[in-house]
């Protein structure tokens, strides 16, 4: 069959769309909450797609886009079971997974709960899925809060069980005074230096 030079034109033109089509194609899907994402302090605040949870799609990948907070040393806290199912990281600067991704430390350290300090020098800091196992949901909470105030709400149930065990060793009798003054010396001693350092 005779091929008119017309026609390769036509085939390379195609040819040449199709791949600048692949070319935008973007690795990384974002997900857009509804309603927007707030950087005010305040409770946790659910991360939704209007009044539903977010879908994910096994194999696929995401991201999250954070406005930075209001004021510097803050921590945006992050709860959701999806951990279960995914693997993710947070990030400061995100280019759909290109060149070099510094990942910030996770200051919590539990399967559900994430603990990040967000920058205060970039616009939007980033919270990326680059792993999902299955199909499943994100049910998920968010919070902004001053980092002296999350340390202090999470060790104060400590410091409070650690009082209680003080005051649960009476009957106080002469011989236990010692000992319960000395405990109780050492735990003021420790919530003092406690308070100055997250109060700095």
């Known amino acids: 069959m005779k091929e008119f030079p017309g026609d390769a034109n036509e085939s390379n033109i195609l040819l040449i769309t199709i791949a600048v089509m ?7 899907k974002e ?3 509804e309603p927007p994402l ?3 302090e305040q409770g946790y605040v659910s991360l939704t797609d209007g009044e539903k949870d977010f879908q994910l799609k096994q194999s696929d ?3 999250v886009k954070f406005p930075r907070p209001q004021q510097e040393y803050f921590y945006l806290v992050l709860t959701t079971p999806a951990t ?3 693997r993710s990281f947070f990030t400061d600067a995100f280019d759909d997974g290109e060149g070099t991704i510094n990942k910030k430390k996770d200051q ?4 559900s709960v994430s603990v990040y300090a967000i920058d205060t020098t970039t616009q939007f800091s980033f919270w990326v899925i680059d792993s999902v196992l299955k199909d499943g949901l994100l049910p998920m909470t968010y919070r902004y809060v001053p980092q002296w105030r999350y340390t202090f709400e999470t060790k104060f149930a400590l410091y409070q069980k ?4 003080i005051l649960s060793t009476g009957p106080f009798t002469t011989r236990s ?3 319960t003054i000395l405990t109780a010396s050492i735990f003021l001693l420790r919530w003092k230096n406690f308070v100055r350092r997250t109060a700095g």
């Open 22 to 28: 692949l070319a935008g194609c973007s690795t990384y």
């Open 31 to 33: 997900l857009k909450p």
């Open 38 to 40: 707030s950087s005010a």
């Open 61 to 63: 990948k995401y991201f």
């Open 84 to 86: 279960a199912f995914t």
């Open 108 to 111: 919590a350290g539990q399967d």
């Open 162 to 165: 650690i009082w209680r065990t």
């Open 177 to 179: 005074i010692p000992n």
